[in-house]
């Protein structure tokens, strides 16, 4: 099949922050803006909550739910790990899906990645959230790998190697026209809270191939492609700002839609938004990447 042919709209969010330091104006109003884009996959990446609470995590878990697309696909955050009970609580509101185990867990060396089994009010003991979605859309088999850059109770990211060596296990094992990562952290360009082990995360991309990585953590809109001339391998990565309005005065509050994903047709829309008297307003910039 060729990819170049094939017609994908991508709705990407991130950072909603659920929680003292999401919108002071009402969700409605950026729900209805959201629904107003014809996404086949929606992304979001990460930071669903403030402190990692349980009804933190049931509002944005609402809040998701009604997003009008059959495929919205959620990863964690750094925020969202501020709770030993944040694996049952993004399983239960955010996401039902098939946590990733590793293949040897004494291999595992991440802080935190197992807590103890007997720790009262605890279901899973596994606290890394890595899955793989394969979504078909148009006739084409999207592979979607997610990655769990966070640890518990840190802001630092931080990626378990036996982690990377069993997702690019499940990966070879799987059949697809296109693979996409998502990751918290950025693997390219960062702030004060870094993703430690950056270069081990672009290593596993170029390994398996992969094109296109969707970050947000930052909440500032960054789109940069890499190349890598020894090995001949290119990618781009699309870090989204954030939609968490009480926060830092520089913050760049937003969301991307990708139309024509993948096409030489493609077109990112900036969409900011702003708010004014506890109302939201948009504004909407276009970037043509046809000329890159």
Same mark, same amino acid.
């Given at each position: 099949?060729?990819?170049l ?7 990407h969010?991130?950072d909603?922050?659920?929680g003292?330091?999401h919108?002071?104006?009402? &969700?409605?109003?950026?729900l ?7 996404a086949?996959?929606v992304?979001?990446? *990460? ?5 990692a609470l349980?009804?933190?995590?049931e509002?944005?878990g ?6 009008d697309?059959?495929?919205?696909? &959620?990863?964690?955050?750094n ?12 399983r239960? #509101?955010?996401?039902?899906i098939?946590v990733?185990?590793?293949l040897n867990?004494d291999?595992?060396?991440?802080n935190?990645?197992f807590l ?9 003991d ?13 006739g084409?088999?999207?592979?979607? /790998?997610c990655?769990?850059t966070?640890?518990l ?6 990626v378990?190697?036996e982690?990377?060596r069993?997702?690019?296990h499940?990966?070879?094992k799987?059949?697809y ?8 952290h &950025?693997?390219l360009?960062t702030?004060?809270?870094p ?5 081990? /995360? /672009?290593?596993f991309v170029?390994e398996n191939?992969i094109e296109h990585?969707?970050? *947000?953590?930052t ?5 940069m492609?890499s190349?890598d001339?020894?090995h001949?391998h290119?990618?781009t990565? #699309?870090?989204? *700002?954030s ?13 991307l #839609?990708y139309?024509n994903?993948g096409?030489?047709a493609?077109d990112i829309?900036v ?7 506890e109302?939201l307003?948009f ?7 046809c000329?890159?």
């Open positions: 099949m060729d990819i042919e094939t017609k994908m709209n991508l709705l969010i991130s909603m922050h659920f003292p330091r919108w002071l104006g009402k &969700s409605e109003l950026l209805e803006k959201l629904n107003s884009y014809e086949d996959i992304i979001n990446t *990460g930071d669903n909550t403030t402190d349980e009804n933190e995590f509002a944005a609402n809040f998701l739910k009604s997003i697309c059959q495929h919205v696909v &959620s990863i964690p955050g925020h969202d790990k501020r709770n030993m009970r944040c694996a049952d609580y993004f239960q #509101y955010i996401d039902d098939e990733i185990r590793p867990r291999n595992c060396r991440k935190n990645i103890d089994g007997n720790t009262n009010g605890i279901k899973e596994f606290t890394d959230i890595n899955f793989i979605k394969n979504i078909t859309v148009n084409e088999s999207v592979l979607i /790998v990655l769990d966070c640890s109770y840190e802001d630092n990211g931080f378990d190697q982690m990377l069993t997702l690019s499940a990966i070879n799987d059949s026209d296109r693979i996409m990562l998502l990751n918290h &950025s693997i360009d702030d004060s809270d993703l430690f082990n950056s270069r081990t /995360v /672009v290593e170029r191939h990585v969707f970050s *947000g953590h909440h500032q809109l960054s789109i492609r190349t001339l020894y001949k290119t990618f990565q #699309y870090k989204n *700002g939609l968490s309005s009480v926060n830092t005065l520089n913050d760049t509050n937003m969301f #839609y139309k994903f096409t030489e493609m829309h969409v900011r938004a702003i708010v004014e008297n109302c307003k504004e909407e910039e276009i970037i043509t990447t000329q890159y």
